[in-house]
């Protein structure tokens, strides 16, 4: 069975920063594609970050551009996401997810193995 586990979510302070982790077992991604996503109180899901099997094609939503940073370290079967200068609005649960293929994009569709998420509060 596979499991996406995220961690590293909790409170900061505006300006702050945060690293998230995902961690995969139950099978080897590293020739998948993977992603976060969040989804804000009162919000739809919506994407923030992706890379490609090998770590390349990064994509950002233009949100989170110059202060988040998306890796991934194949022999852990990780993804890490390191959150900067962090804002009230990227208050939302933050969510792994991976897909089928080696690369994605940034739709949501594309990504069929989810994480339960993790919380990050953002205090103003």
């Known amino acids: 069975q596979v499991q996406l586990v995220e961690s590293g979510g909790g409170l900061a302070q505006a300006g702050g920063s945060l690293t998230l982790s995902c961690v995969v077992s139950?099978?080897?991604?590293?020739?998948?594609?993977m992603g976060w996503f969040r989804q804000g109180p009162g919000k739809e899901r919506e994407f923030v970050a992706k890379l490609n099997w090998d770590g390349g094609s990064i994509v950002y939503a233009d949100s989170v551009k110059g202060r988040f940073a998306i890796s991934r370290d194949n022999a852990k079967n990780a993804l890490y996401l390191q959150m900067n200068s962090l804002k009230f609005e990227a208050t939302a649960v933050y969510y792994c997810a991976g897909a089928p293929g080696y690369g994605a994009s940034a739709n949501i569709d594309n990504y069929y193995f989810w994480g339960r998420g993790t919380l990050v509060a953002v205090s103003s």
């Open positions: 139950g099978r080897s991604f590293s020739t998948n594609a």
